[in-house]
């Protein structure tokens, strides 16, 4: 819940730094002084990781960055609310696809009802491009959570974080850092993206290990319910993004969905 609320955060506090910098190159600092500080933390030693061990440090490394690139993406169209209820149908429809229940697809839609709630595609200003940049970042999102769990399985604390975050940073470069250069120095920016880069990913995805090397995807995903509504509480005080009443509805949809798709039990502690 503590990282939830980390990363909501850091992405309500990001949106100034999107209008200095755009999305890529938010997506690239946060990423970039991630890797710096988890780097100087960790001191990983790159020799030590078995051979069989880097396709998943990799893959989850990639999909990391482009979770980042993709939400900030959104971020820069629509809601913080609303585009995180709409990345949130990515690991709720993983779960559904995983459970046993066949019946447990319905979940996923009744989603998709509160997403259409959020997005009042009636009002005539919806925003296509931003709806496929959250539905993209959750695609990324559903990813990260199931190579997460397999990093954090092999490997203790957030020594697996000081390997994938680098290689988020890298993948975040090739379309964020020429935003950046093209932005130009600011030192308020700066001191702002570090804090944010400390929020999220060093603090908030550590935590977010740490509780998938003790949880199923199911359990996890239903304390990622809450996610949309945290995101709304926050866009609202930090944003002053406030909700409209079919907006409200949709979310409490999104996250009651979030609840009924994902049942399960804990996960015994991993052992190395």
Not at 79 to 105: H, K, W
Not at 171 to 196: H, K, S, Y
Not at 231 to 241: D, F, N, P
Request: net charge positive; with cysteine.
């Amino acid at each position: 819940m503590l990282a939830m609320v980390l990363i909501q955060l850091a992405s309500a506090l990001s949106v100034e730094v999107i209008g200095h910098a755009g999305a890529a190159g938010t997506a690239f600092l946060r990423m970039g002084l991630g890797a710096v500080l988890l780097v100087l933390i960790v001191r990983p030693k790159l020799r030590a990781i078995p051979r069989r061990d880097w396709p998943v440090l990799l893959a989850l490394g990639a999909v990391t960055g482009l979770m980042t690139l993709f939400f900030l993406s959104a971020l820069d169209r629509i809601p913080l609310g609303t585009a995180v209820s709409i990345e949130f149908l990515g690991p709720l429809l993983l779960a559904a696809i995983m459970s046993p229940r066949r019946s447990a697809l319905v979940w996923p839609a009744l989603a998709f009802v509160g997403v259409v709630l959020m997005t009042e595609p009636w009002t005539g200003v919806i925003d296509l491009l931003g709806i496929g940049f959250a539905l993209l970042a959750g695609t990324c999102w559903a990813l990260y959570n199931l190579f997460t769990q397999k990093v954090g399985d092999r490997y203790s604390g957030i020594s697996g974080l000081a390997v994938t975050i680098p290689i988020a940073a890298g993948v975040t470069a090739v379309f964020g850092l020429p935003e950046v250069v093209r932005a130009g120095f600011d030192g308020r920016i700066l001191l702002l993206a570090i804090g944010i880069a400390l929020l999220t990913p060093v603090a908030s995805f550590s935590l977010e290990m740490v509780a998938l090397r003790r949880m199923t995807h199911t359990a996890f995903g239903t304390l990622l319910a809450a996610a949309p509504a945290i995101a709304v509480v926050l866009g609202l005080i930090v944003l002053t993004q406030m909700p409209h009443a079919p907006q409200i509805v949709g979310i409490v949809l999104v996250a009651l969905a979030g609840v009924l798709a994902q049942r399960g039990g804990t996960r015994g502690a991993i052992t190395q």
